[in-house]
């Protein structure tokens, strides 16, 4: 009886495998021990979409039992393979200097991270979100950024960039997205859509990167910041969200849930 949950559990990995592959490629080696392996193309379409990363020898070992346990994995990974609108947020206390030197000083809360600068001047922060691996190889594309801050007069956000960079190439190979050079000293949550969806490959990353200015020295409040993607070419916009023309995506972005100006915590 286990023998036979065991086999079924084997097969039904392979065919939500085969249902997802669609048109599975060419086998390419990817594990030493399948080439040649009649499920060959299969086994690489998982490693690629990281529903699996073989043993720690870097084998497969593609005719080992594939226990209940392994199957769970298998299986929750599989459905990750999201289509539709996801959502990557990154904490506040995400956001890091751009040189160890810049005299800033950080009061981490739930809601929001609070950036102070001791002497007057500006200084750049930059913030990168992290991608679930599996997401990759999906037509995976950037739709747009959701940034959140509360500014005032005398600490406020001056500019704005969303970049690609590849991260295999260092950081010489930034690609700059949007950017937005209006001073804000409001409190909002703006959402930046981009002209056209940005195709990501595995190689790639994000950042977003803000320059602050500090007038006195006085707290910049940094928010959450959410990285919308999609992998369809159809995207189902959440309440939350206006999409609209990225000259003027900044200023009819909703203005609600932006951080308090009071302590998280």
């Known amino acids: 009886m286990k023998r036979r949950v065991l086999l079924g559990a084997?097969?039904?990995?392979?065919?939500l495998t085969a249902f997802y592959a669609g048109n599975a490629y060419a086998a390419t080696g990817c594990?030493?021990?399948?080439?040649?392996?009649?499920?060959?193309?299969?086994?690489?379409w998982m490693k690629e979409k990281?529903?699996?990363g073989g043993y720690g020898d870097g084998t497969y070992r593609p005719n080992n039992t594939v226990s209940r346990a392994e199957m769970a994995v298998f299986l929750k990974k599989?459905?990750?393979?999201?289509?539709?609108?996801i959502l990557v947020s990154s904490s506040p206390g995400d956001w890091k200097p751009f040189s160890s030197g810049d005299n800033l000083s950080y009061s981490y809360f739930s809601s929001s991270t609070y950036v102070t600068k001791a002497t007057a001047g500006?200084?750049?922060?930059?913030?990168?979100?992290s991608i679930?691996?599996?997401?990759?190889?999906?037509?995976?594309?950037?739709?747009?950024?959701?940034?959140?801050?509360?500014?005032?007069a005398n600490a406020y956000v001056s500019y704005v960039e969303i970049n690609k960079m590849d991260a295999s190439a260092g950081s010489g190979s930034r690609e700059m997205l949007f950017s937005d050079p209006?001073?804000?000293?409001d409190s909002a949550c703006r959402y930046y859509v981009l002209s056209s969806p940005?195709?990501?490959?595995?190689?790639?990353?994000?950042?977003?990167?803000?320059?602050?200015?500090?007038?006195t020295s006085t707290n910049l409040n940094l928010g959450r910041t959410t990285f919308v993607l999609r992998t369809t070419d159809t995207v189902v916009a959440p309440p939350s969200f206006m999409f609209s023309n990225p000259v003027s995506a900044d200023e009819s972005a909703p203005q609600g849930d932006a951080p308090s100006t009071a302590p998280g915590e």
């Open 78 to 85: 599989t459905s990750d393979l999201q289509s539709g609108l």
């Open 198 to 215: 940005e195709l990501l490959t595995a190689n790639d990353a994000l950042n977003i990167f803000i320059q602050g200015v500090w007038v």
């Open 182 to 185: 209006t001073d804000r000293t």
């Open 122 to 129: 500006s200084n750049f922060l930059s913030l990168h979100p």
């Open 132 to 152: 679930p691996t599996v997401l990759y190889g999906r037509s995976l594309e950037l739709v747009g950024v959701e940034f959140c801050y509360t500014a005032q």
């Open 50 to 52: 990281g529903i699996t």
């Open 31 to 44: 594990f030493p021990d399948t080439n040649g392996h009649w499920a060959e193309t299969f086994i690489c």
């Open 10 to 15: 084997a097969v039904l990995v392979f065919a």
